[in-house]
């Protein structure tokens, strides 16, 4: 993304992911969200090697 001008952070946001913490009160994310998170960067992982774009963690 740098080769293209791009120098920001990009985020992922899962729609209705379940153990999501909810914005109606102080409640923490619960562990299947975290798994969610980790299959989600996984699936880009693998993408982003098949069109060798270099992820930096």
């Excluded at 999501?20 to 996984?42: H, T, V, Y």
Aim: glycine share 6%; proline share 4%.
């Amino acid at each position: 993304m740098k080769a293209i001008g791009y120098d920001n952070v990009l985020s992922l946001e899962l729609e209705d992911a379940p153990g999501a913490s909810s914005q109606n009160g102080p409640r923490n994310a619960e562990r299947i969200f975290d798994m969610e998170l980790n299959i989600a960067m996984r699936f880009l992982e693998e993408i982003a090697e098949e069109v060798n774009i270099k992820i930096e963690k």
